[in-house]
C-alpha cells in the first residue's frame, strides 16, 4: 500500500545528496571565492606561489559554483543608461554634405549655386539656385543613396531625399533609422564592455535593456559616479591644425573651421580646422607615462595608414600649432618641432596621474557613437551590503529555529520529518541558485525566509488530512496513504498559484524584485519536491522499520 | 502532548457574523481607499523620480544642521529623517535624505550627489554615504506603469487559473479577497507613511501569491465536501470546510509569521517596510480567505451536483477524489 520503488527511493536521495553537493560550496564561501579567482588569475597572467596556494585551498573535484550575491549585498555601483541614438543622425547628415555637395558642383549648368540652410539635427537642407533644376538635384541625391535590408524583407534606401521649391532636403529612412539605432546601442555595449574590462571589476554585468538602454552593474565599485567617468565620456580624439588663437567664443571661424575651447586655459579659444588629420579610432595603442618633465602624459601609437597621415602631415607643417581635441575640448596644442615618424606621440596636459591612466583606457577602448545619458544610478557600500547579509543570515537562524520548534510541539515525530526536509529544502534553494548561477539579494534573502514559512504549508496540509483520516480510516497505513493523495490537488493548486505571482515577478521585475522571484519560484519548486517526495519517504522507510498499530500525528 | 492553535473539533459558525465581518471588511477597503484618495502614498523615489541618500556617523544627528548645509544648494523638497533599528550602536547614526527630482531633467542631476555630500561633509567630516540611490523621472514613470501591469497580470492570471480549476463563482470570490489584501495593505501604507517603493510591489504580489493559496486550500476543501454532502446546506456545508482546515489554516499562517517576524525584528532597516507589508498583508490575508472569499461564493451560489461530468464547466481536477465517501 505504501510501497516506494527502489528506483524511487535511489532518484529521491539521489538528487537530495546532489542538491547538498552543489550547495556545499556557499558555506565555504570566502575560500571558494578565493579559489576561483585565484584560477582566474593563474589564467590571466600565470601562476605564482600565492595564487596557486588560494587556488588549491578548495578541492578541485568539488563543485566551485557560488550564489552570486546582488549589489545590494556586495556592494558596488548601479546604471541605467540611454543611448542618445539620434546623434548619431546628425553626424550622418554632417558626414553627408561635402558628398552631396561634390555630387552635385559637376551639375551647377543646371541646378544652379548650391549653398547648405540651417535644419533641424539630423536634416540636411540644401538651396539650389535653380528650382526648374530639381528633378536633376534629387536624381544626382538620390544616387548617393545606398540600399537597406530591413528585418521586415522589403528593400530600401538609407536616405530619403526630397524637393520643394528650390530647397532640397534628405534625411535618413525610417528602415535605417531601426538599423542605426540598433547598431549605435550595440556599438555603445561593445566599448562600455570592453572599458569596464580594461579596468577588471569582478563579474560586471551588462546588458542590453529594451531598444535603447544598457543596463550596466559592477560590484566592488566605490560609486556610481566614478563608474559614470569611465563608461559616460564619449571620448572622441581628433588630431586637428590649429588656424589661430582667439579669446572670443563667439569669433567667426570661417567656412570649415571650427571654435572649441582649450580644456586647461580659462578663456582660451582655438580656431581650428573642421577636418581632423588623425582621428581615435586610427590608435592601436594607448598607455600612461609621464613626459620629460615626469609630468603624467599618455603615449599612444597610430597603426599604419594612420601613422603615414601623421607623419606625412608633421613632416608639411614644422613650426605650426596642432591641437589635440578630445570631446571638443582642446587638451593642448603643442608647435611641430619636427617631422614625427613611426606614428607613436605623447599627449601633455595638466593631468594627474589617474586622469592620465583614465585617458588612456578610455583611448585604448574605442570611442563612444553616441552619447550616454543616465537615467538611473545607484550606488550601494559594501559596508552596508555586508550588514544586510548579516542580519538576513541571523534572521534567516532564527526563523528556522523557530518554525522547526513550532512544527516539533505540533506534530511530533511527524514534525522532525517536515524538519529535516526543510533543510533539505533550504539546502536545494541553494544548490539550485549555484547551479544556474542565480543572484540572491536581500529581497531574495526574505524570500527564502518566507518559503521556510510556507515549506511547512504542504506538509501542514498532509499532516492535518493524515489526522482526519486517523479518525475513520483503516489502520495507520491507510491514513497516510489517503493522507497523501487527497492532500495533493489542494498542495498542486495552492502552489501553481503562487508559482505564477513568482513568474509574473521574474518577467516584469527588475533587480531586487526579480531576486525575490527567483528565490520564490525556486523556494516553491524545491518545497513541492520536498513535501511529496522527501517527507514520504522518510515517513514510510520509518514505517516499514517501526510498523506501528497506532499513529500520532 | 502536542501543541493545537484550535481544538481537535471545532464546529464554529463563520457565518453568525456574517453581516459584521463583510461590513467590516468593507468598511476596511473603504477607509483604504479614503486613505489612498486623502493621504495619499509616500511614495519613493522609484515611483516619483529622486535621490535617496542613507548617511552613516559617528555623531548623533542634528537633522536641522543637515538641512541647514543643505538649504544654499536649493534642491527644492528635502526630507531627512534618521533610521533607527535595534542592531545600530550608539555610535552609529543613520540617516535617509531624499531629495525630490530636480527641474526639467529627464535623467539623474550630475553634480547633485557630489554637491549634497560635500555640503553635509562640512557639518559632520566623519560623515559616510553608504548607498546613495537617483532615478530619473522618466523611468520612474515607466516603473508605476510596470508594477501596475505586474499586478493586473498577476491577478488575471490568477482569476483564469481558478476559473479552469474550479467554477467563476470561486473566481470571483477569490479576486474580491485579493483586492480586499491588497487594498487594505495600501491603506496600512498610506496611514502609517511608509514608504512605497518597488519592493512594496514586490510584497503586494507576495500577498497575492499567498492569499490564494489560502483560498486555494479551502476551496479545494469545499469542492470535494460538495461532491461528499450533496444535500448538506451550501451554508452548512461551507462551515464545515472552514472547520476542517481550520487548523492547517493557523499553522500555516502561524509558521510564516513566526518566520517573518524574526525578519521583521532581526532582519535590518532596509528591507523592514518590504518585511512588513508581507506580515501585514498575511495576517489580512488569512482573515479574508475565511470570511471574504467563501461568503461571496456563497452569495453567488454554486453548482451543487458536481458527480456528474459536466461539459459546460472547465473544472478539471488533478485527483479524483470523494470515492471513500
Not at chain 1, 64 to 70: D, Q, R
Not at chain 1, 431 to 455: D, H, N, Y
Not at chain 2, 12 to 19: G, L, N, P, V
Not at chain 2, 110 to 124: F, I
Amino acid at each position: 500500500m505504501m510501497q516506494i520503488d527502489l528506483w524511487k527511493r535511489v532518484v529521491i536521495w539521489g538528487i537530495v545528496a546532489l542538491g547538498l553537493f552543489y550547495a556545499a560550496p556557499n558555506l565555504f564561501y570566502g575560500r571558494v571565492e578565493g579559489h576561483n579567482d585565484a584560477i582566474q588569475a593563474i589564467e590571466m597572467q600565470g601562476a605564482n606561489d600565492a595564487l596557486t596556494a588560494q587556488a588549491e585551498a578548495w578541492p578541485e573535484w568539488l563543485p566551485s559554483g557560488l550564489v552570486n550575491l546582488g549589489l545590494d549585498l556586495r556592494g558596488g555601483a548601479h546604471l541605467l543608461a540611454e543611448v542618445e541614438v539620434t546623434d548619431v543622425y546628425e553626424a550622418r547628415m554632417t558626414a553627408l554634405w561635402p558628398e552631396l555637395r561634390d555630387a552635385l558642383r559637376p551639375e551647377r549648368d543646371t541646378v544652379g549655386a548650391i549653398r547648405r540652410q540651417n535644419a533641424e539635427p539630423g536634416v540636411l537642407r540644401v538651396q539650389i539656385g535653380e528650382p526648374s533644376g530639381m528633378a536633376r538635384a534629387l536624381e544626382v541625391a538620390r544616387g548617393l543613396a545606398q540600399p537597406v535590408v530591413s528585418l521586415t524583407g522589403g528593400a530600401t534606401t538609407d536616405i530619403v531625399v526630397t524637393g520643394e521649391g528650390d530647397v532640397l532636403t534628405v534625411q535618413l529612412s525610417e528602415a535605417e533609422m531601426i538599423a542605426s539605432d540598433d547598431r549605435t546601442v550595440r556599438q555603445s555595449l561593445e566599448i562600455i564592455r570592453r572599458r569596464i574590462d580594461e579596468v577588471g571589476t569582478r563579474e560586471p554585468t551588462i546588458q542590453r535593456q529594451g531598444s535603447d538602454r544598457i543596463l550596466i552593474q559592477v560590484p566592488g565599485i566605490g560609486s556610481a559616479s566614478e563608474l559614470k567617468e569611465i563608461i559616460g565620456t564619449t571620448a572622441q580624439l581628433t588630431f586637428q591644425p590649429v588656424v589661430s588663437r582667439s579669446s572670443n567664443p563667439d569669433e567667426r571661424p570661417g567656412i570649415g573651421n571650427e571654435v572649441l575651447p582649450s580644456l586647461d586655459e580659462e578663456g582660451v579659444y582655438y580656431i581650428l580646422e573642421e577636418a581632423p588629420v588623425v582621428t581615435g579610432e586610427d590608435l592601436v595603442d594607448a598607455q600612461p607615462s609621464f613626459d620629460q618633465n615626469g609630468r603624467p602624459a599618455v603615449t599612444f601609437r597610430f597603426g599604419a595608414s594612420g601613422a603615414r597621415r601623421f607623419g606625412d602631415y608633421t613632416a608639411e607643417n614644422i613650426g605650426n600649432p596642432f591641437a589635440i581635441v578630445l570631446d571638443d575640448e582642446v587638451i593642448s596644442a603643442p608647435v611641430i618641432q619636427s617631422h614625427i615618424p613611426g606614428g607613436s606621440g605623447i599627449i601633455t596636459g595638466n593631468f594627474t596621474v589617474e586622469e592620465s591612466t583614465q585617458l588612456a583606457v578610455l583611448l585604448r577602448a574605442g570611442a563612444l557613437p553616441a552619447e550616454l545619458s543616465f537615467l538611473e544610478e545607484r550606488t550601494i557600500g559594501p559596508e552596508l551590503g555586508a550588514d544586510s547579509i548579516e542580519a538576513g543570515k541571523i534572521a534567516c537562524i532564527v526563523a528556522f529555529a523557530a518554525v522547526m520548534l513550532f512544527m516539533g510541539l505540533s506534530y511530533g515525530l511527524f514534525g522532525i520529518f517536515a524538519n529535516i526536509a526543510l533543510l533539505v529544502n533550504v539546502a536545494l534553494i541553494f544548490g539550485l541558485l549555484s547551479i544556474i548561477g542565480g543572484t540572491l539579494t536581500l529581497p531574495g534573502i526574505a524570500g527564502i525566509v518566507l518559503t521556510i514559512g510556507m515549506a511547512v504549508d504542504a506538509n501542514v496540509l498532509v499532516f492535518e488530512r493524515i489526522r482526519e483520516e486517523l479518525k475513520t480510516a483503516r489502520g495507520p497505513s491507510r491514513a497516510i496513504q489517503l493522507g497523501y493523495d487527497k492532500a495533493l490537488s489542494a498542495i498542486l493548486d495552492a502552489n501553481i498559484t503562487t508559482f505564477i505571482v513568482a513568474v509574473i515577478l521574474f518577467a516584469l521585475g527588475s533587480g531586487p524584485v526579480r531576486g525575490f522571484a527567483i528565490t520564490l519560484g525556486l523556494g516553491i519548486m524545491t518545497s513541492v519536491f520536498t513535501a511529496i517526495f522527501v517527507t514520504r519517504l522518510l515517513i514510510v522507510m520509518w514505517f516499514e522499520r517501526r510498523r506501528p498499530k497506532t499513529l500520532e500525528v | 502532548m502536542r501543541l493545537r492553535l484550535v481544538p481537535e473539533n471545532t464546529n464554529w459558525d463563520f457565518f453568525r457574523y456574517a453581516r459584521y465581518t463583510l461590513g467590516a471588511s468593507i468598511l476596511a477597503v473603504v477607509l483604504s481607499l479614503a486613505a489612498w484618495a486623502f493621504i495619499g502614498l509616500n511614495f519613493g523615489i522609484d515611483f516619483r523620480g529622486g535621490t535617496t541618500i542613507r548617511t552613516e556617523s559617528a555623531q548623533a544627528i542634528d537633522i536641522g544642521t543637515y538641512r541647514d548645509a543643505l538649504q544654499p544648494l536649493e534642491l527644492g523638497d528635502v526630507s531627512i529623517t534618521q533610521v533607527f533599528d535595534p542592531g545600530f550602536g550608539a555610535d552609529r547614526n543613520v540617516a535617509m535624505i531624499r531629495i525630490q527630482a530636480q527641474e526639467g531633467e529627464e535623467s539623474v542631476a550630475a553634480d547633485l550627489v557630489a554637491n549634497v555630500e560635500a555640503a553635509l561633509q562640512t557639518v559632520a567630516p566623519d560623515i559616510r554615504f553608504t548607498s546613495v540611490e537617483s532615478v530619473g523621472p522618466k523611468v520612474s514613470g515607466e516603473l508605476i506603469l510596470t508594477a501596475i501591469y505586474a499586478l493586473g497580470a498577476a491577478i488575471a492570471a490568477i482569476l483564469f487559473y481558478i476559473w479552469l480549476r474550479f467554477e467563476w463563482q470561486f473566481s470571483v470570490g477569490a479576486v474580491a479577497a485579493l483586492m480586499h489584501d491588497v487594498i487594505l495593505t495600501i491603506g496600512v501604507f498610506s496611514v502609517l507613511q511608509i514608504r512605497f517603493d518597488l519592493a512594496t510591489i514586490a510584497a503586494l504580489l507576495t500577498i497575492v501569491g499567498y492569499s490564494i493559496n489560502d483560498t486555494v486550500v479551502i476551496f479545494d476543501r469545499l469542492r470535494e465536501n460538495l461532491i461528499k454532502y450533496r444535500k448538506m446546506e451550501l451554508r452548512d456545508l461551507m462551515n464545515l470546510t472552514v472547520n476542517e482546515t481550520l487548523s492547517r489554516t493557523l499553522m500555516t499562517s502561524g509558521t510564516t509569521l513566526v518566520a517573518l517576524i524574526a525578519l521583521l525584528v532581526l532582519g535590518g532597516d532596509v528591507i523592514r517596510g518590504f518585511v512588513f507589508a508581507i506580515t501585514w498583508g498575511i495576517v489580512v490575508g488569512t482573515y479574508s480567505s475565511v470570511y471574504v472569499a467563501k461568503n461571496i461564493v456563497l452569495m453567488l451560489g454554486v453548482k451543487r451536483d458536481w458527480s456528474r461530468p459536466d461539459k459546460t464547466t472547465a473544472g478539471t481536477q488533478f485527483t479524483t477524489s470523494g470515492d471513500d465517501a
